[in-house]
């Protein structure tokens, strides 16, 4: 099982960036696929990002294309989100979650609020 703990979120003017962090526990980071969701108030949770073991693949929602990357630091056991040309509709709840692709079981931290002001 890994542990995730997310950081970065803020208060952010609509245009400005932001740089989530998602640190995960144990020795297995390498072996999970990670991905980044979102959730507002009465909606579901959805898909933002994820980015394979290897970091060599990488896929987003249609709504980030071209604004948000996704990254990992093996060595440090780390995923990342950068978010640039932030709009409002990008507020929201951020989850990272961890993919096992030995058990089929995923992972979720706590979540980091992010609020993007107009």
């Known amino acids: 099982q890994v542990q995730l703990v997310e950081s970065g979120g803020g208060l952010v003017q609509a245009g400005g960036s932001l740089r989530l962090s998602c640190a995960a526990s144990?020795?297995?980071?390498?072996?999970?696929?990670m991905n980044w969701f979102r959730q507002v108030p009465g909606k579901e949770r959805e898909f933002v990002a994820s980015v394979s073991q290897s970091g060599g693949s990488r896929y987003y929602a249609d709504s980030v294309k071209g604004r948000l990357t996704i990254s990992r630091d093996n060595a440090n056991n780390t995923v990342y989100l950068q978010m640039n040309r932030l709009k409002p509709e990008d507020t929201a709840v951020y989850y990272c979650?961890?993919?096992?692709?030995?058990?089929?079981?995923?992972?979720w931290g706590q979540g980091t609020q992010v609020t993007v002001s107009s």
């Open positions: 979650a961890a993919d096992s692709v030995f058990s089929g079981s995923r992972f």
């Open positions: 144990g020795r297995t980071f390498i072996t999970y696929v």
